[in-house]
């Protein structure tokens, strides 16, 4: 039986492709978009790790990335339908975000979009690195595995849910193109996010 909802947040709640890759370049130099986007083909903080130094800045200078990220995000709006959704699903099932990204932009956002209470926590990079670790912190609250879906935009993402198992429904966004998302075989694909909906509405039967 589904009763947990789990959501990444960039590319899935908010367009911010573009604000995510323009923070990166500030700390990475000669890289194109489609570069970038293949680091989230494994989970972004290993990706990093396997970075050569010679596309490193010379000054490396992470607190100006994420402050600049921070401020951009506060421009941005949900997706269309995207807020109506998450009320929707919030009245049936627990709702939480997993994201790779640190919690003071995600924290305003969720307020300004008036979704905070709709969200039972929010498990940001500040809490782990691992999407695996945050999946597991919801297995220690009881949480079973076969209970919970993950929507996201990203391969990595999908990879890492199912190291432990957990469905995904694969938004085809801004990360990852439509046959990137179905070589990571997620349960369903979803193309615009009046799909989300009726794929839960619908088929969570369908998922285990």
């Given at each position: 039986?589904?009763?947990?909802?789990?959501?990444?947040?960039?590319?899935?709640?908010?367009?911010?492709?573009?604000?995510?890759?323009?923070?990166?370049?500030?700390?990475?130099?000669?890289?194109?978009?489609?570069?970038?986007?293949?680091?989230?083909?494994?989970?972004?903080f290993k990706s990093f790790e396997n970075i050569k130094d010679k596309q490193r800045s010379e000054t490396l200078d992470r607190k100006k990335a994420i402050?600049?990220?921070?401020?951009?995000?506060?421009?941005?709006?949900?997706?269309?339908?995207?807020?109506?959704?998450?009320?929707?699903?919030?009245?049936?099932?627990?709702?939480?975000?997993?994201?790779?990204?640190?919690?003071?932009?995600?924290?305003?956002?969720?307020?300004?979009?008036?979704?905070?209470?709709?969200?039972?926590?929010?498990?940001?990079?500040?809490?782990?690195?691992?999407?695996?670790?945050?999946?597991?912190?919801?297995?220690?609250?009881?949480?079973?595995?076969?209970?919970?879906?993950?929507?996201?935009?990203?391969a990595g993402d999908i990879y890492e849910a199912d190291q432990l198992k957990i469905p995904s429904i694969a938004v085809t966004r801004w990360f990852h193109?439509?046959?990137?998302?179905?070589?990571?075989?997620?349960?369903?694909?979803?193309?615009?996010?009046?799909?989300?909906?009726?794929?839960?509405?619908?088929?969570?039967?369908?998922?285990?």
């Amino acid at each position: 039986m589904l009763t947990t909802i789990i959501f990444d947040f960039d590319g899935v709640i908010i367009d911010s492709f573009d604000l995510c890759y323009k923070s990166f370049c500030i700390n990475f130099k000669d890289i194109d978009e489609q570069w970038y986007k293949d680091l989230f083909i494994d989970n972004i903080f290993k990706s990093f790790e396997n970075i050569k130094d010679k596309q490193r800045s010379e000054t490396l200078d992470r607190k100006k990335a994420i402050e600049y990220a921070h401020q951009e995000r506060l421009k941005l709006a949900p997706y269309k339908n995207m807020k109506e959704i998450i009320n929707t699903l919030s009245e049936n099932y627990e709702l939480y975000i997993n994201t790779s990204s640190h919690s003071a932009s995600i924290e305003e956002r969720i307020k300004k979009y008036e979704l905070k209470d709709k969200f039972t926590k929010v498990l940001w990079a500040d809490v782990a690195k691992s999407k695996v670790e945050k999946f597991e912190y919801l297995q220690n609250k009881n949480i079973d595995t076969n209970q919970m879906v993950f929507i996201t935009d990203t391969a990595g993402d999908i990879y890492e849910a199912d190291q432990l198992k957990i469905p995904s429904i694969a938004v085809t966004r801004w990360f990852h193109d439509v046959e990137t998302l179905i070589e990571a075989q997620p349960r369903f694909m979803a193309t615009k996010p009046d799909e989300i909906l009726t794929y839960i509405e619908n088929f969570s039967t369908k998922l285990y």
